[in-house]
């Protein structure tokens, strides 16, 4: 009898150790440049490591999707604007006479792009929060798992 209930804690406790150690901890985010530098129990993790955790989250990966959105419009300006910019330069490089309208389209391109990028980015960094405040929420709740056994009038209770 023993033994079957020394099991069952042994089991019950490995599930519950799993299942909290896959939360990694909480994201914090730091202006590091002209861009963001994200860090995980002290250690520095890269975009696709940040994008990677934030997927396995449901309701970051929502916040996400909406970010992926602009993605695309954010991408094919950018892209193009610098295309666009580029070309009257090599116009001039080469020596013939550039048309310096092109390169004012791609610098009006690159600044419509902005919008875009600034609110893919915004929507990154509401999901981190969503997925912090996630693991705020799992560590509020206490996991209260009581086993009883009595033997000669004395009960042992233990508390996960």
């Known amino acids: 009898m023993k033994a079957s209930l020394l099991l069952l804690l042994l089991g019950l406790s490995s599930v519950l150790n799993v299942s909290f150690a896959q939360h990694g901890g909480e994201i914090i985010v ?19 490591q940040l994008l990677h955790i934030l997927d396995q989250h449901p309701e970051a990966r929502k916040e996400l999707q ?17 295309l666009l910019i580029s070309y009257p330069m090599s116009k001039q490089l080469v020596g013939t006479q550039p048309n ?6 791609g610098a009006s391109m690159l600044t419509f792009s902005i919008p875009f990028a600034g609110a893919k980015m915004k929507r990154e960094h509401q999901a981190i929060q969503v997925y912090n405040q996630g693991l705020q929420s799992a560590k509020r709740q206490h996991t209260d ?16």
């Open 145 to 160: 798992l009581r086993v009883g056994y009595a033997y000669n009038r004395a009960s042992f209770v233990f508390t996960f």
């Open 100 to 105: 310096w309208l092109v390169s004012g389209a």
């Open 66 to 82: 909406k970010g992926h959105r602009n993605t695309l419009p954010a991408s094919v300006l950018t892209y193009a604007g610098g």
């Open 30 to 48: 730091q202006k590091k440049g002209l861009g963001f530098a994200y860090y995980q129990q002290g250690s520095q993790i890269s975009k696709k």
